[in-house]
Nanobody, 118 residues
């Protein structure tokens, strides 16, 4: 079982940047497909970005502004968020899975709040 702990959230003005981190436990981090999701107040949780052996993938709403990356030596996932907009305000969650593209994410962090002021 992998445990995930997000950090790096906070309050930032529109146009600013934040970098989220997701620290994971265990020695098999490199074997997991990893993703970032977010949930805004009153909305359903939505996909933000994912990274696996074949590359990185992004929601259209963040493409060109956010970058997902991972450091397997540090067992850590990152989300660099630039040009932030008020609509990026949400709780951001990292998630992990195995089993391929169609498998669901089974492991989730507790989330970190990102608030973008206008």
């Amino acid at each position: 079982q992998v445990q995930l702990v997000e950090s790096g959230g906070g309050l930032v003005q529109a146009g600013g940047s934040l970098r989220l981190s997701c620290a994971t436990s265990g020695r098999t981090f490199s074997l997991y497909d990893m993703g970032w999701f977010r949930q805004a107040p009153g909305k359903e949780r939505e996909f933000v970005a994912a990274i696996n052996w074949s590359g990185a993938y992004y929601a259209d709403s963040v493409k060109g502004r956010f970058t997902i990356s991972r450091d397997n030596a540090k067992n850590t996932l990152y989300l660099q968020m630039n040009s932030l907009k008020p609509e990026d305000t949400a709780v951001y969650y990292c998630a992990a899975k195995q089993g391929g593209t169609r498998s669901p994410y089974k492991h989730w962090g507790q989330g970190t709040q990102v608030t973008v002021s206008s």
